[in-house]
């Protein structure tokens, strides 16, 4: 089994429903969102998921110096940023390609997937 990073990428411009058009609209995606994480759980891939805080609420911290020099909001200015994620365990890359085409159909909005560089215990 192979862990991916499932990350759901949503507009920095948030709206009186976030990136959602309207409140029925945001009220069906959460819907949605809470089957795909029940299914995910069932099938045995569910690691881990929430959703983050607003961009503007991030900190950067350089601890490589002889202090750390923390620095508020995001590191990158950007017109997306990542709003949510999943932490999957799936057999293979075409499985997480396929759940994270589920996701996206969920949460209404883009997913990117990317494998953890560490090899579990088999």
């Not at 949605?32 to 609420?57: H, P, S």
């Not at 350089?62 to 923390?70: F, I, R, S």
């Not at 997480?96 to 949460?107: H, P, Q």
Request: glycine share 12%.
């Amino acid at each position: 089994m192979t862990r991916y990073l499932m990350t759901v990428h949503g507009p920095a411009e948030q709206g009186e429903f976030g990136g959602y058009g309207s409140r029925e609209e945001m009220l069906a995606s959460f819907a949605a969102t809470g089957a795909f994480n029940e299914r995910l759980q069932e099938e045995g891939y569910w690691v881990f998921a929430d959703g983050l805080d607003d961009a503007t609420k991030a900190a950067v911290i350089d601890g490589q110096g002889e202090a750390p020099v923390v620095t508020d909001g995001p590191y990158l200015e950007a017109k997306e940023y990542i709003a949510g994620f999943w932490v999957i365990d799936v057999p293979d890359r075409d499985t997480a390609v396929r759940l994270a085409g589920e996701a996206s159909k969920a949460c209404r909005g883009k997913v990117e997937i990317r494998p953890f560089n560490t090899e579990l215990p088999t």
